[in-house]
């Protein structure tokens, strides 16, 4: 269960804050595996010479297990209604903004706006509302989806694994949940009440999702909410619990940096760009078959140059209001973007750092 090995991630952490290490970085470096006290190292360490040579192993990782080759994809936001109070977010039911929830006809303008910009692969996200968005709102968007996209991934509220399995009949192929922070006392502090209160039913929503066939998760963490080097052990630790379990599924993470969201919250640790790139090489070392992934939360300056040095996977052109590739609407932000390069531009960067931009995620063909 996955409960054991959080619990144990915990103690492990806190046993490790109260010890002296003295590790060789190089030494860390030349290991093709290495264990939980040697990523603490990684991601505590504050050497800049460090932190070179960790992007030089990373590279080299990241080339050896998924080649020169960025998967890229587009979120769509079907609705922005929400019943969880979540204080970060601009989507929270306290927020007094104008909610909308896509029809079927606007749905499949978006798609078609979205398929014309080279787009194959579709993360489709709503609030945590059953009531305006049910299930059976998106089962029809995803055979929709079907039509245009090989690759259709949901980011919605936690669903059951019957529910999973009849998605995937229908064309589903990944589910992405965030678990904001792995801290579960700061966890329900952060979301007082709604569905996304229950943190435990929350945090097994990619072992539903997988059970239920799916090809690919992702797990996912908020930086700027807790401690960033607790959040990322855990979820490290999760993912290798996933990976361990489910060999054959693709285990990806997330941890973008919060972003101004229409709240009055204040994000409670600064997470600099140092530290970010920290958490992408030490989660490259430790896990080298990781899908890693960057959104356009990031500054262009940032994503461009992390090409290559651990990130498998980017979004591109990406709006966080409901719809608005085929037009714009007038709604709420869950929160501002700051990489706003339309799809075409990104991939000409992409090109000219000797990637290849990828539209489709041909692994769950191999899976199949």
């Known amino acids: 269960m996955i409960e054991k090995f959080l619990n144990w991630a915990d103690d492990f952490l806190k046993e490790y804050r109260q010890k002296e290490f003295n590790f060789n970085i190089r030494r860390i470096l030349r290991k093709e595996e290495i264990n939980e006290e040697e990523l603490l190292f990684l991601l505590y360490d504050q050497d800049d010479n460090n932190l070179i040579l960790m992007a030089e192993r990373s590279k080299k990782l990241t080339e050896r297990y998924f080649g020169k080759v960025i998967n890229l994809f587009t979120p769509l936001y079907l609705s ?53 968005t049910p299930f059976e709102y998106i089962l029809w968007a995803v055979k929709e989806a079907r039509k245009y996209f090989s690759e259709i991934v949901i980011e919605v509220y936690p669903m059951e694994k019957d529910e999973y399995r009849i998605l995937v009949s229908n064309g589903l192929t990944g589910v992405t949940q965030y678990q904001e922070t792995y801290n579960q006392k700061l966890y329900e502090e952060l979301h007082p009440y709604g569905p996304k209160k229950d943190f435990w039913y929350r945090i097994k929503t990619q072992e539903r999702a997988i059970e239920g066939g799916v090809f690919e998760v992702t797990l996912g963490i908020l930086l700027g909410l807790n401690d960033p080097i607790e959040d990322t052990f855990k979820m490290l630790i999760h993912a290798k619990y ?31 760009s140092k530290t970010l790139l920290r958490l992408i090489f030490s989660s490259r070392i430790y896990l080298p078959p990781l899908g890693i992934t960057i959104s356009t939360r ?51 960067v992409i090109k000219s750092k000797g990637f290849r931009p990828e539209f489709t995620n041909w692994i769950k063909g191999e899976i199949a």
């Open 298 to 348: 990031e500054s262009p300056e940032f994503r461009d140059n992390i090409i290559g040095y651990g990130v498998t996977k980017m979004s591109a052109g990406s709006k966080t209001s409901v719809g608005g590739y085929f037009r714009e609407r007038d709604s709420g932000i869950q929160f501002e973007v700051e990489d706003r390069r339309s799809v075409k531009e990104f991939v000409e």
């Open 242 to 272: 996933l990976m361990k379990k489910y060999p054959k599924v693709e285990i990806n993470i997330s941890f973008p940096r919060f972003r101004p969201a229409g709240t009055n919250f204040s994000e409670k640790v600064k997470v600099n």
């Open 80 to 132: 922005n209604y929400c019943l969880s109070g979540c204080k970060y977010c601009g989507f929270s039911v306290e927020n007094k903004i104008k909610r909308v929830k896509l029809n079927e006809e606007e749905i499949i303008e978006e798609y078609k706006a979205i398929k014309s910009q080279g787009i194959d692969s579709i993360l489709l996200l709503t609030g945590c509302d059953r009531i305006n």
